[in-house]
């Protein structure tokens, strides 16, 4: 049994985790829930041994564990898949996999001067990732997979260090529907060989479907902590927020404008043949499994992707700016080391500049209106973005794309890693840049998020739009079956 | 696949066109292919060559070691310093251990201000590379420190030949070897490419990652220093200025072999060819008498030239990371 008991930590004064208690028992998948900023990915990090300054105790089996450093942590059978991306992306997967422990078993004293031997490597991890069914190739280079296979090439690693404990930090929201299944079997058959598994997620169907107790955190406090079957999605998400959460507004009948996109005949490395329009004042959802050029498609939309073909986008006064959202928020998203207000203030300051002077009472006002209208769990807009929980980096990406006012947004996953009151915030937002005329491009996975926000879904397969959805005469049903085995 | 292809054509493309003049040159140039001047190129590449042996490894490291050249002067000046105070056979063994022994020092303290210290490489072995330079020509008061007996031969030797190929580069071939065996079959050279590649994610894996950058800057001067012996050997004598802009030319050379200032890329024999192109290079300039002062700047010219070409038009350099 894992117990943590009175766990304490702040940041400069700022109390994150406040005396918090929590246990978990072998044989169990554990789901930690918390609104964004809750304190759930701190509590992790103390478990893996990064805030060795944090007050409280932690014991495995009626032990002390030593938490000092994350070596200590790992030695002593805690295994985590951090929220952030933690793999060396010039090395193979059977290399992430084993990377610390190459001579496959985790004990200490590892001399340097050892032989690696890479095939062993890759037997290994060809053999443990055919056993789990994870289909990713062992010897493949991490930096050219897509997202989802890096996930699961991190929870792979967990998977071999064989550690008593494991904890994965939002596992799914870089995950597609298949490879959510192909965790999820991972959990039952981890569960079944008397692991303690603990798992993050904003998804309350998914803990639901697979937890067996869930604990809530709120403002760094840990509110409750019960049986699943005890409870319900709403009561879970009214312990997270601490009120009723209630669902979007309901879309108005969308007035059309012109088109604001036109795409024709468009072809790049992944897809051939793309054509679609949308005008202003319209959601079109765009969808497809991995593979299928979705992301491809997007991509060389907002010019990232070179492609052929004839793309044109209609501004006002003869140009086009694009409002990006990217699902990659860390990596793309945002200037970690900036404050707040100058993240969120980024998008505009060349417009409202006078003599090319920073229109510093501007930056401060917008930079304090998006946190206030988003709900932005920060110090205040003079606080580094690389410190706010990834819900709220997200929620800040979003926010200075909101600010300045594209007739064209090309929005991804834009609810990723957040939590359902600010879901909800999010959508209405993109409902209102719809209804003041702005076209919007909307990649997800998210099949529910799809059908609530476009009034039309494209299905991409193999390269192509297979098929366009009226989304009002559409079931969800009619959408995965329309996106194929993928 | 046409796309590997590039990707190939990206990675080694640059050796081809370089290695254009040099093929030229030697169909054209008798005097360049002959043995003898096959010979002194070798021996010529030698020096760099073990200088950037080392830089590749804290390159690839993430790190950087600007001191390299300096270094190359403190192991010639201690050795000879030694040599000159002692004769009898055993004063060789003493004076390439002292110097050697003192250039990981050096090394060691590299890492430890980068780690412990938290001082950014560039400006850690900056400031090591004048406190370096500084102390050699203090003690040596700026004066030449030479040899005889034997140290003399010791130079001798390390400047002969041994069947028919350099002594100095039959070294640097061993060592080049050493090294890349060192980053490519151990765990330390698989832990040296984690850090560089990820040092966050290293740290989480629970790597050793101190000792390892320490250690790799330890191994990177005490190759800079055995590059100061090979130069110090050409004379018999230790110069307090020997070396300067070594570094300069050692980072060029492991960059044209395509390591990676960021890190996590790089490797020995990319190097090795970086180094010998160059010095085939200089050389054939020198066949034609052009001046030393547009050797400097074909070097600029290559250098750019290799990067440039590596990075132009190749979307895997660049960051879209996913
Ligand atoms: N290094 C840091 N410095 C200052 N504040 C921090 C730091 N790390 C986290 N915080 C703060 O601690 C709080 C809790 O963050 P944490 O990442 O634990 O939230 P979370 O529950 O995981 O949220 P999310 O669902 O968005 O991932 C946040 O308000 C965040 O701003
Ligand atoms: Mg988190």
New binding site residues.
């Given amino acids: 049994m894992l117990t943590m008991r009175g766990i304490s930590k702040s940041?400069?004064g700022?109390q994150?985790l406040d005396r918090v208690d929590f246990e978990v028992t072998p044989c169990e998948v554990h789901a930690l829930l918390?609104?964004?900023?809750?304190?759930?990915?701190?509590?992790i990090k103390v478990l893996g041994g990064l805030y060795p300054d944090a007050e409280g105790q932690t014991l495995l089996d009626e032990r002390r564990i030593d938490l000092s450093t994350p070596k200590t942590a790992l030695l002593s059978g805690i295994g985590i898949v951090h929220?952030e991306f933690d793999l060396v992306p010039e090395m193979t997967v059977a290399e992430n996999i084993y990377l610390g422990f190459e001579n496959l078993h985790l004990a200490d004293g590892r001399p340097l001067w050892q032989r690696i031997s890479r095939r062993k490597l890759i037997e290994a991890a060809g053999a443990l990732l055919n056993e789990y069914k994870l289909g990713i190739e062992p010897d493949a280079v991490v930096r050219k997979l897509p997202a989802g296979a890096q996930q699961l090439t991190q929870i792979a690693r967990v998977i071999a260090l064989g550690s008593r404990v494991m904890i994965f930090?939002?596992p799914t929201a870089r995950l597609g529907l298949r490879d959510r299944e192909r965790l999820f079997d991972v959990f039952a058959t981890l569960r079944a060989s008397g692991k303690l598994i603990v798992f993050?997620t904003?998804y309350l169907d998914e803990v639901m479907a697979v937890a067996d107790r869930a604990s809530v955190?709120r403002d760094?406090r840990m509110m409750v902590t019960t049986q699943t079957s005890a409870t319900t999605v709403g009561e879970l998400s009214r312990t997270m927020v601490g009120s009723d959460v209630h669902g979007p507004a309901k879309r108005k009948q969308p007035t059309l404008g012109a088109t604001a996109l036109s795409v024709k005949g468009l072809s790049g490395p992944t897809f051939e043949d793309v054509s679609f329009d949308i005008a202003g004042g319209e959601i079109v959802g765009i969808v497809g499994h991995l593979g299928s050029g979705r992301h491809e498609v997007t991509r060389s939309i907002i010019g990232q992707i070179p492609a052929r073909g004839y793309i044109s986008a209609h501004g006002d006064a003869g140009r086009t700016r694009i409002g990006f959202v990217p699902e990659n928020r860390r990596a793309e998203g945002i200037f970690a080391e900036l404050p707040v207000g100058t993240n969120i203030a980024i998008g505009f300051l060349r417009e409202r500049s006078i003599l090319s002077l920073l229109p510093l009472r501007a930056m401060e006002t917008t930079g304090a209106d998006v946190v206030g209208r988003l709900q932005i769990?920060?110090?205040g807009t003079e606080?580094k973005i690389g410190?706010?929980?990834?819900?709220?980096q997200q929620k800040a990406v979003f926010g200075r794309e909101m600010v300045s006012n594209p007739s064209l947004y090309v929005i991804e996953a834009p609810t990723v890693?957040v939590?359902v009151k600010a879901a909800v915030e999010l959508h209405n937002e993109i409902f209102k840049l719809a209804e003041r005329g702005s076209a919007i491009l909307l990649a997800t996975d998210d099949l529910d998020e799809v059908m609530l926000m476009a009034d039309r879904i494209l299905v991409m397969l193999r390269g192509r739009i297979v098929k366009e959805l009226d989304t009002r005469r559409t079931t969800r049903q009619d959408l995965v079956s329309a996106m194929g085995a993928g | 696949m046409s796309h590997k292809l590039l990707s190939y054509w990206h990675r080694w493309g640059i050796f081809l066109i370089l290695l254009l003049p040099i093929m030229v040159l030697f169909v054209v140039n008798p005097v360049f292919r002959q043995p003898g001047n096959l010979f002194n190129l070798w021996q010529q590449a030698s020096i760099i060559g073990v200088l950037a042996v080392g830089q590749t490894l804290v390159l690839i490291l993430g790190g950087f070691d600007l001191s390299v050249g300096t270094v190359a002067a403190l192991a010639g000046v201690i050795c000879y310093l030694v040599f000159a105070g002692g004769d009898g056979g055993s004063v060789v063994l003493l004076g390439v251990l002292a110097a050697l022994a003192a250039c990981a020092i050096v090394g060691a303290i590299n890492g430890i201000l980068i780690t412990k210290f938290n001082i950014t490489p560039l400006i850690a072995t900056l400031g090591m590379l004048s406190l370096v330079r500084g102390f050699v020509l203090i003690v040596t008061e700026g004066q030449l420190v030479y040899a005889e007996g034997p140290g003399y031969t010791f130079a001798e030797f390390l400047q002969g030949s041994l069947f028919g190929m350099p002594v100095a580069g039959l070294l640097f071939a061993l060592l080049a070897v050493a090294v890349a065996l060192l980053l490519r079959r151990s765990i330390f050279g698989q832990y040296v490419f984690a850090i560089g590649g990820n040092e966050k994610a290293a740290l989480l894996a629970g790597l050793p990652v101190v000792k390892v950058k320490i250690l790799s800057y330890a191994l990177c001067s005490v190759l800079a220093g055995v590059g100061g012996l090979l130069l110090s050997s050409r004379t018999a004598s230790a110069l307090p200025n020997a070396g300067v802009n070594y570094e300069l030319q050692a980072i060029t050379a492991a960059v044209i072999g395509g390591a990676a200032l960021g890190g996590g890329k790089g490797s020995i024999f990319g190097t090795v060819l970086g180094v010998l192109l160059l010095t085939a290079i200089g050389n054939g300039l020198n066949l034609y008498n052009v001046s030393p002062f547009w050797q400097t700047g074909v070097t600029g010219l290559i250098l750019l030239l290799a990067v440039g070409f590596s990075t132009w038009g190749n979307r895997d350099a660049r960051s879209i990371v996913r």
Avoid: I, R, W
């Fill in positions: 940041f400069s700022v994150v918390g609104a964004n900023g809750a304190g759930k990915s701190t509590l929220q930090d939002e993050v904003h955190m760094g769990k920060t110090a606080q410190q706010l929980s990834g819900g709220n890693g939590d």
